[in-house]
């Protein structure tokens, strides 16, 4: 006579059932499925997740959370998912939880900063191992609420990290975005650009602020002259519609408009296409970051290398170590010169 397979259960399977179908105690089937480091007996881990298997038992991650003080997810919250700078930096931090046997959660804050309050508070109530923070917060008090909430997430034992500088006990990833901005300018400078207009984000956001700056260093000190700042997001959209407008009223051939991204600068390429203009050889264009799409388009989008994937991973590490080096170096920057930008005759 055969063996007959674990009789099904109405509803959703319980450990306990998983346990009666495999012949196991309770607590053996709770350390095969619920990641104990205590050792199991080959023999009996085999016949719990075939049990596991028959039965379409899932662990209950609410309940595990509970007990434990914290659950297997990392919570990522990022600014704007179908930009390609995030999904990028999303691939490293998945990459680093896979290793560690961790899942990942996504939130997007639409740039919203009391939408990241909200955010970061109902995370809480899952109970994340870690909290990356990688989209750019403005300073001032737009961001009210929001160290109260982090303060809460450590005090649960979750720990936080930061894409940027930040204060108080929060783990950062750093970017040199003012150093490296400031080195794109100066060869912009040495290509032979003396006029450059630059369009970044709103005032107070510290990416785009140091963007800005590090940019207007490097190329007024190479005998540059910044004609222009427009303000706009960091979206394609707001790059169209502010070049848009620059190209309407007086965009003289030979200038060179930096977009604070490279999501940004695409847009700046679309409205000086869509005028009539010529990218390069007419309106040098640069950008920031190094996305996928900036290498495809063309011409090529002269850029800063960022390693994105390498900064996502790197976030996950610091999430998840006991130990971190808060004085290790910033990730390593890299001016990438292409045909957005040909050297001035």
Known sequence: ???????????AATLDDVARAAGVSLATASRVLNGSTRKVAESYRERVEAAAEQLGYTANLSAQATARGTSGIIALLVADIADPYFGQLASGVARGADE?????????????????VRLVRALRGQRPRGLILAASRP??????????????????GGRVVALGPVGGDIRSVT????????ALGAELAGLG?????????AEGIRTSDDRIAGFTEGFTSGGGTIREVLRGAFTRDAGYAAAEDLVARDLPSGTVVFGISDVVAIGIMSAI????????????VAGFD???????????LTTVRVPLEDLGYRALHAAIEPEWDAAQPTAPLEVIVRGSTPPVR
């Not at 006579?1 to 509803?11: D, F, K, N, W």
């Not at 961001?143 to 109260?148: E, K, M, R, V, W």
């Not at 650009?193 to 984000?201: D, L």
């Not at 190094?290 to 090529?300: E, K, L």
């Open 139 to 156: 300073d001032g008090p737009d961001a009210a609420g929001l160290q109260t909430e982090l303060d809460a997430f450590a005090g649960m």
């Open 1 to 11: 006579m055969s063996e007959s397979a674990p009789a099904p259960t109405r509803g």
């Open 290 to 300: 190094d996305i996928a799409t900036g290498r495809d388009i063309r011409p090529g």
């Open 193 to 201: 650009y003396r006029e450059a207009v630059v369009i970044g984000a």
């Open 100 to 116: 560690a046997g961790l899942i990942v959660t996504i939130a997007i804050t639409e740039r919203d900063p009391q939408r990241e």
């Open 175 to 182: 970017i040199d975005n003012r150093g490296g901005s400031r």
């Open 273 to 284: 296409r869509d005028a009539g203009r010529t990218v390069g050889g007419d309106v040098a």
